[in-house]
């Protein structure tokens, strides 16, 4: 029973912590397939390959020094924070090199990234809260683990590796090669330092004095990604509201399609609106194919022809003159 609930509270949660970030990528979603993908690869490849790896490496060192002590903090500092954050990166970075016309933002890496460290979550907060919580303490235990895995230290995973996120859309958006090779590599290794900081900080400092110090740290840091998401998002409705005001003045679309597009609270009311006129799909479809064409247009403008962006501009631009007879607003 302890470890169903567990089971439940670790994935249920990182799916609602995922959920929300699907929800902050106001503009342009992302595959749910792919979302999907990258969750999985967090929760059973990443997961289940750190716990073998960090378990071998630290079983290595304390052999090596001849301590426990030294075992167990060089697999938290060190060990976990750099196998970790690489085995999650991979998900990400699949997806930078086989869906590349998926990745069209910075925001774009922040969710991909913060999905699959969500998975990876769901399958350590799940053995973290049973296995420290509720076999040690029974269910006030697991209520005690809860608390700290879910709500003090929820978002620790996907903020570390949103930063090897953030460098793949730069060098995903970038001419210079200087960029496209350094800023992964940068990234990768701010979200381990991140990572490592924060596993050394949980190992020095003991009790509620430590707790509340690491807590606070922690959420200066999400404090400080959820403002690069919100200037994210701005961006993002900036080259919206460029690229479809041409789109106006050509005829493909009303000035009100455009009013819809740009805002985010008139596209939810327009999608549930949509759900009673039976245009549902033709909306859903419609707003996703606005976002896809301005962001397609701000890296034609950047990029050039990269990918054959004219040839995907140009069948969006037709996709969406076709879809906006349908789409009331």
């Given at each position: ?11 249920f ?21 792919l ?32 301590s ?40 774009d ?33 697991l ?35 200087f ?12 979200a ?138």
């Amino acid at each position: 029973m302890g470890l169903a609930a567990s089971a439940f509270i670790g994935i249920f949660t990182a799916l609602l912590f995922a959920y929300i970030l699907y929800w902050l990528d106001r503009y342009e979603k992302e595959p749910l397939l792919l979302l999907g993908g990258v969750f999985i690869w967090g929760a059973v490849v990443a997961a289940g390959s750190a716990f073998i790896i960090n378990t071998v490496l630290g079983i290595g060192v304390m052999i090596f020094t001849g301590s426990d002590m030294a075992g167990e903090f060089a697999t938290a500092s060190i060990i976990a924070p750099l196998v970790e954050e690489s085995l999650k990166g991979m998900a990400v970075l699949i997806v930078f090199l086989v869906f590349r016309r998926e990745f069209d933002s910075v925001l774009d890496g922040i969710i991909y990234a913060g999905v699959a460290a969500l998975g990876f979550a769901a399958t350590e907060n799940t053995y973290y809260i049973y296995a420290y919580g509720y076999q040690e303490s029974g269910w006030a235990g697991l209520g005690i683990l809860t608390f700290i895995r879910v709500i003090l230290v929820g978002w620790q995973h996907p903020f570390y590796t949103a930063f090897f996120g953030i460098g793949l859309a730069m060098a995903r958006l970038n001419k210079n090669w200087f960029v496209k090779v350094g800023a992964p590599i940068l990234g990768l290794g701010v979200a381990m330092f991140t990572h490592a900081f924060h596993n050394t900080m949980a190992t020095l400092l003991s009790g509620l004095l430590g707790l509340a110090i690491g807590a606070l740290v922690d959420w200066t840091g999400w404090l400080f990604m959820f403002i690069i998401i919100i200037w994210a998002t701005r961006h993002e409705k900036k080259y919206l509201t460029r690229y479809l005001s041409a789109e106006v003045q050509a005829g493909t679309i009303t000035p009100a399609h455009l009013r819809t597009a740009s805002s985010a609270w008139r596209q939810m009311f327009a999608r549930i609106a949509s759900i009673f006129n039976g245009k549902f799909v033709k909306t859903m479809k419609f707003y996703q194919i606005c976002g896809e064409y301005a962001h397609k247009r701000q890296q034609y403008a950047t990029l050039g022809d990269e990918s054959g962006n004219l040839s995907i501009i140009q069948n969006l631009r037709k996709q969406m003159a076709e879809l906006a007879p349908f789409v009331q607003v």
